[in-house]
Antibody
Framework: QVQLLESGPGLVKPSQTLSLTCSVS??????????WTWIRQPAGKALEWIGH???????IYIPSLESRVTISLDTSKNHFSLRLTSVTAADTAVYYC??????????????????WGQGTLVTVSS | AIQMTQSPSSLSASVGDRVTITCRAS??????LGWYQQKPGKAPKLLIY???NLQSGVPSRFSGSGSGTDFTLTISSLHPEDIATYYC?????????FGGGTKVEI
């Protein structure tokens, strides 16, 4: 079955760039059926959808981060990445990658996230 | 962005109890709603998509209902392993938004 695993630095200095990679095993990232997604969760708080990318070139981001975030695919390595520039302490969170599924087989389309990576804690601190 | 409001934010119940969690959207989202379970220190797990469709492998004691703006997740008989925080997610439009979560304790 498909498994996702996040990797990257656990500590980033303020004003620098956060870079994470999500390695996908058990399936190809190069499928137009899926949206490769990043979600984050500050300690003790709710989940926040950051955005997604797909092999079709569709990139959508949450407006509050749109000026700082890039999500990209590397089909040769079967992984996708998150890049967040000019970080502050407010970006400290557990970052999850997830496979987004969009199913339009019924009357209407529906989306969901499955599976998820285990998550990786990124702390922004000097 | 569509705001998703869950209630209660936490609840305490006994094993075998029927548990109901509600999620209200700030505008109508048709049936574009899912539920996720997050156990302490773990990644969220998909329980239900499109309001009432149970993900493969999820116990049948979980069910979902609702439409428009008001939705419900029900656990028909609480098991000890159901201790977790539950989140709703609207996929009606972007940005996708989660509810604030409901922590279920015994």
């Amino acid at each position: 079955q498909v498994q996702l695993l996040e990797s990257g630095p656990g500590l980033v200095k303020p004003s620098q760039t956060l870079s994470l990679t999500c390695s996908v095993s058990g399936g190809s990232i190069n499928s137009i059926s899926y949206y490769w997604t990043w979600i984050r969760q500050p300690a003790g708080k709710a989940l926040e959808w950051i955005g997604h990318t797909s092999p079709s070139g569709s990139n959508i981001y949450i407006p509050s981060l749109e000026s700082r975030v890039t999500i990209s695919l590397d089909t040769s390595k079967n992984h996708f990445s998150l890049r967040l520039t000019s970080v502050t302490a407010a970006d400290t969170a557990v970052y999850y990658c997830a496979r987004g599924v969009r199913d339009c087989s019924g009357v209407s389309c529906h989306s969901w996230f499955d599976p998820w990576g285990q998550g990786t804690l990124v702390t922004v601190s000097s | 962005a569509i705001q998703m409001t869950q209630s209660p934010s936490s609840l305490s119940a006994s094993v075998g109890d029927r548990v109901t969690i509600t999620c209200r959207a700030s505008q109508a989202i048709r049936s574009d709603l899912g539920w996720y379970q997050q156990k302490p220190g773990k990644a969220p797990k998909l329980l239900i998509y499109a309001v009432s469709n149970l993900q493969s492998g999820v116990p049948s004691r979980f069910s979902g209902s609702g439409s428009g703006t008001d939705f419900t997740l029900t656990i028909s008989s609480l098991h000890p392993e159901d201790i977790a925080t539950y989140y709703c997610l609207q996929d009606y439009n972007y940005p996708l938004t989660f509810g604030g979560g409901t922590k279920v304790e015994i």
